[in-house]
């Protein structure tokens, strides 16, 4: 019996030469990644359990990259910084990106494949429940908490349950109104937040295979919505050239065997996907922008690692071209390399960036800014009472802020900027030329 991508990646770095789901096998971690929210508890039980003077198991793969509570005053959020750094000089970490030093790359989950540290075969593990992005490149990549990443960061393993697969075809050419994230929603919708708890996601079929990386990236981002150990996307030429523009490194693809064994399949015609909105407080809720229509909102914001990419910007700006939005609209980028393409890819003969300003949108600097909350001063945060229509990953109470009483729809990057010029959400056919 053949086994899926996440079995065979899971087996090779167990030393195995098969693994079945639902055992438990050590791997071998080829990155460990934390950051400034999760990164100075990991650190604190390293220390707690290695000693104080043990050395990280390997100090090229463990990369820290600050991201989420950056750009504040809060001093609990600067004081979590100042752990890293220390920590980073004491061990002589290689890959620190630091917040406004040379090297800042901005939100994790975009700066880890700009850097070159996703490579397909490999196991990824990162102290951020949004790890599974990096599926997104053939490999197996999840969320950790503290205790397992500072297990990991003294001694390069980790204890993994096998998860079986969930295999999603999405069939078609990918319609000009649609994109990732109205796939990934639409799915979610289907199975609930819960449909896929502890399984691997696998997406494929023709709409997945024409869909650029940071697409792909936005479909496995959002796999732990739906309660999945980690997406996964088999690795094609796109995602092999996009690696090895970025890292020589070498890898290996890990395709599914021809009799592979899944849990489960699902099918979806693209061709019969509307955009999608998934109303507050849960990812699952799902609606068509049509029938949210009559919703008002007082704030669009598109950014994180969801939205934040420059695939993002490029279609939000299509729908900005020339027009004006009719409330605050928030324009994240989601790293420095992001925000370098705002002012250096045109449309029209304009920039990405002209777009949105003429259009009347407010800029913050690359992070995760307002996504999941954050200290008051934070950049894009709502307050109570607002209704903001987003392109991040989660709607819970308290999400970006303003507590139970704020209110925060999820779409995609067109979707949102179409609702940023109505002022309630639209359906973005309504605004593409």
Request: net charge neutral.
């Amino acid at each position: 019996m053949g086994m899926t991508i996440t079995e065979k990646i899971l087996a090779r770095h167990a030393g195995r030469d098969r693994v079945v789901p639902g055992e438990n096998v050590w791997v071998e971690a080829d990155v460990l990644m934390t950051h400034d929210v999760c990164g100075p508890g990991t650190i604190d039980i390293f220390k707690e359990k290695f000693g104080a003077q043990a050395r990280v198991w390997d100090r090229e793969k463990v990369v820290i990259i600050p991201d989420h509570y950056i750009f504040t005053q809060d001093p609990s959020a600067r004081r979590n910084i100042e752990i890293l750094r220390e920590f980073a000089k004491e061990q002589n970490i290689r890959y620190f990106y630091d917040v406004g030093g040379p090297q800042y790359k901005g939100v994790c989950h975009v700066g880890l494949p700009e850097a070159g540290h996703t490579r397909p075969g490999e196991v990824l593990f990162g102290t951020d429940s949004h790890t599974c992005t990096h599926g997104a490149f053939g490999m197996f990549a999840t969320g950790v908490g503290n205790t397992d990443a500072a297990f990991t960061m003294g001694t390069g393993k980790s204890w993994v349950k096998v998860p079986p697969t969930m295999r999603f075809v999405f069939e078609g050419a990918m319609p000009a109104h649609l994109m990732a994230k109205d796939l990934i929603l639409h799915l979610i919708g289907e199975i609930g937040v819960d449909g896929a708890t502890y399984r691997a996601m696998e997406f494929a079929g023709q709409a997945v295979r024409d869909l650029n990386i940071e697409e792909r990236m936005t479909l496995c981002n959002m796999a732990i919505e739906a309660g999945g150990k980690n997406g996964v996307i088999a690795c094609d030429d796109k995602t092999e050239a996009f690696v090895r523009q970025r890292t020589s490194v070498p890898f290996e693809r890990v395709e599914n065997d021809a009799d592979a064994t899944f849990f489960s399949e699902h099918v979806f015609d693209v061709a019969k996907i509307e955009p999608t909105v998934a109303a507050p407080h849960s990812p699952d809720r799902r609606h068509s922008a049509r029938e949210l229509k009559h919703v008002r909102i007082s704030q669009a914001y598109i950014g994180s690692c969801t939205g934040g990419k420059t695939t993002d910007f490029r279609r939000a700006a299509e729908i900005l071209n020339g027009r004006k939005v009719a409330v605050r609209t928030v324009i994240i980028p989601a790293t420095r390399q992001v925000a370098a393409a705002l002012d250096s890819e045109m449309i029209d003969g304009h920039t990405l960036k002209q777009i949105f300003q003429d259009a009347g949108c407010v800029f913050g600097p690359p992070s995760c800014a307002a996504c999941l909350g954050g200290p008051p001063d934070t950049f894009g945060r709502i307050n109570p009472g607002d209704v903001c229509v987003s392109t991040t990953n989660r709607n819970f109470p308290g999400r970006m802020g303003g507590g139970k009483q704020a209110q925060v729809y999820l779409a995609s990057p067109l979707t949102v900027a179409a609702s940023a010029i109505r002022g309630a959400i639209a359906d973005p056919r309504d605004y593409l030329k």
